[in-house]
């Protein structure tokens, strides 16, 4: 390993999205004496009459749940994108803005409000993956949809408003700023060296081996080189897929392996039910040649040092770059060895 | 004013990053159930003996603070960038690593530990903007250095550890990424049409009228038509200056009168003491031509409802785009109407 890498200031660049990350490894030792985090480590009732999530309650329009048994999907009650939205443009000298219409969904992982994925069987997480493939097909088919966005925002830290497992399909017509970045670099790397970014990526971190955190037959799950968040690791398909519909035979179950893998580690850390944004990054739905596309799921986790303390993206990471302290090679160590 | 804008999900341009932010003006209605912020409205010593940046105290690392009057800067003793850390590159296949130099300064704007900004007269912020053009002139004089960020984190939702009235400076031999979009877009802009795009900008917005909060003989005070954060400010020099060096006869002043009237507008909004990140984007001190530069001032403050329920930046704004409820123009009257 490079130990320059470990020891001096520098930056790393992200072949994703073309953008850097400033590691400060020296400084990992530095006292914290700023806000901690409030950790709830309260045990949840397997139904709770009042979360409106969980199955055979009355959400706030009214509508009941239905009596789901696994995985429950349904339209986002304050949906920050409508399909029967107006269509505009405002081209007006230096501002410009563009009507976007979309759908926004929920996704309920499992009827028992207790739960986190981390608790969840394989093959009850086989079955979110499942009801992801279902909508994204869907989704896919819609005229007015190119690209969809699955979603989980884990624990009160990240904004997440009800502690139900579940998590959320936003689905639109243009594609957001970060999956614009990696379409752009997945493709220049892919017209260039006719293979997969991501899967020449994966080959060359399994042979150095500092970053893997976990694999099976089908799956890497591993810190990336450029991690911007203290534990941020992400799950990628050793087979070059574009999105996951592509997954076939026992993949979907290995897949499923993986993420029960990763957010058991992620529990263990802190010894707390670790909050994190996740998503799936994957191929548009515009119809266009999406090949260059490999579709993977990370994770952003914000705590640094224990349950209670997390790292903060503010000042110089809001203006400047992402900054962080601990190495990618140090994260994937300390989660390693939790396995 | 374009009624469409108030009404209907679209996306904006920001001319300065090249990037979108979603707005979702019929979503500022939903309600929150999730996790409120710990308000604290307590009262401040003027000289807190346990405080590192209080004059006359030891910091961490053994030295004493002198009996400073009025602005105190000093290196950071937990410094992200050193000057004497080691010149290295990686270029192994994928992995693509750089090393970074530069020097982190702590700057107190005044020895009361009870005041901030919005506490402080003018006269006392003009002071801090003298040491902040003293220290980016002596930076930009550093072969080492050429980029220099000063910024603020107010208050303990955005990771500041001490509540003493300050700001950071950190400088670096490479452009952070924030900074290299800025500089491409206003140096296309500046190409193409000979002067300045943040000037022809506020041009038209004053000509509008629709987001300035507030003006004086040489800035304005607005709410960027592409804001992100639910009060996100931005203040402007009016004549067009690439760096704060180049502030002439009572600009100065003014420029602090600006601030002033924004933090206390900040303060009064949710009656409390207003938490933000604040940063000065300006020409890099690589000895290029910088004339495409316009200098300028942003606030991104969190809270969006009250003093205790914040905006998270979280799933689809980590994986998507910014996405924001309130949009800029009801933001920019609220604001307007605390003057
Ligand atoms: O240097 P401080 O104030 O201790 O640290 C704070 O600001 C830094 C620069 O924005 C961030 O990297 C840290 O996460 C934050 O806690
Ligand atoms: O839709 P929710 O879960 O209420 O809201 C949460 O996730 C959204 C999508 O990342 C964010 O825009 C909100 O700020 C956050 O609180």
Chains 1, 2 share one sequence.
Not at 10 to 38: D, F
Request: hydrophobic share 35%; charged share 25%.
């Amino acid at each position: 390993m490079n130990t320059d890498l470990q020891d001096y200031s520098h930056k790393r660049y992200n072949i994703l999205t073309g953008e850097w990350v400033l590691v400060s490894p020296h400084r990992a030792k530095r006292p914290w004496q700023g806000q901690n985090e409030a950790v709830s480590n309260e045990v949840r009732p397997k139904h709770d009459p009042s979360c409106y999530l969980c199955a055979g309650n009355t959400r706030i329009n009214g509508e009941i749940n239905p009596n789901y048994e696994d995985v429950f999907v349904f339209t986002n009650d304050f949906a920050a994108l409508q399909t029967d939205s107006k269509n505009f443009q405002v081209e007006d000298g230096l501002l410009l803005a563009q009507s976007e219409q979309g759908i926004c969904k929920v996704i309920c992982f499992s009827p028992d409000h207790s739960k986190s994925l981390a608790d969840m069987q394989p093959s009850e997480i086989e079955k979110v993956v499942f009801a992801c493939q279902r909508e994204y097909k869907e989704l896919a088919e819609n005229e007015l949809i190119n690209y969809v966005q699955i979603f989980e925002n884990k624990g009160a830290v990240m904004g997440c408003s009800n502690p139900h497992p579940h998590g959320q399909i936003w689905s639109q017509t243009s594609l957001p700023n970060e999956v614009d970045k990696k379409d752009k670099h997945q493709l220049a790397y892919y017209n260039k060296n006719k293979s997969s970014l991501l899967g020449d990526y994966i080959k060359q971190e399994l042979s150095k081996n500092e970053r893997i955190i976990f694999e099976n037959e089908a799956f890497v799950v591993l810190v990336p080189f450029w991690a911007v968040w203290p534990f941020e690791a992400m799950i990628v398909p050793k087979r070059h897929q574009s999105n996951i519909l592509e997954l076939k035979d026992n993949e979907s179950l290995l897949f499923a392996e993986a993420i029960s893998v990763l957010t058991k580690v992620y529990d263990r850390l802190f010894n707390t039910s670790f909050p994190y944004s996740s998503g799936i990054h994957q191929a548009p739905t515009n119809g266009k040649d999406n090949s260059h596309w490999h579709w993977h799921m990370s994770f952003y986790p914000p705590l640094l040092r224990s349950a209670s303390v997390k790292k903060f993206m503010v000042g110089y990471e809001m203006f400047g770059s992402p900054q962080r302290d601990i190495t990618a090679e140090i994260a994937c160590n300390k989660l390693k060895e939790l396995i």
